[in-house]
């Protein structure tokens, strides 16, 4: 007689070190577990991920204005401002209706 110790023995359960040892024949299962994220790291996920694409926006812009930047005639217009914010208001005015004159 067998007793249900021997059986138990004899037949080891699946996903115990026993049975992947002894059979060899069946593929083993790659089974993955994910861990559940608790309410608070999601809310710090997705704040992140909020924030990357905020900082990517800010670099598409800079590189943006970094292009309109090369363009020589608005360089040279912006260094004569620094010039015409010191003119008082009166030459300021004349300087610019002397600008429009121009074309």
């Known amino acids: 007689m067998q007793t249900s110790e021997s059986v ?3 037949t080891p359960r699946p996903g115990s070190s026993a049975s992947t040892t002894t ?3 069946e593929p083993r299962q790659n089974i993955s577990r994910k861990r559940k994220v608790r309410p608070e790291m999601e809310s710090i996920i997705k704040r992140n991920e909020e924030l ?3 900082e990517r926006k800010k670099i ?3 590189e943006n204005d970094a292009n309109v930047e090369d363009d020589d005639d608005l360089l040279f217009f912006k260094s004569l ?3 015409i914010k010191s003119l ?4 300021n005015c004349v300087f610019g209706q002397k600008y429009r004159n121009l074309s």
């Open 52 to 54: 990357i694409a905020l």
């Open 8 to 10: 138990s023995t004899s």
């Open 88 to 91: 008082p208001v009166i030459k």
């Open 60 to 62: 598409e812009i800079l």
């Open 23 to 25: 059979n060899t024949s």
């Open 81 to 83: 401002l620094p010039h």
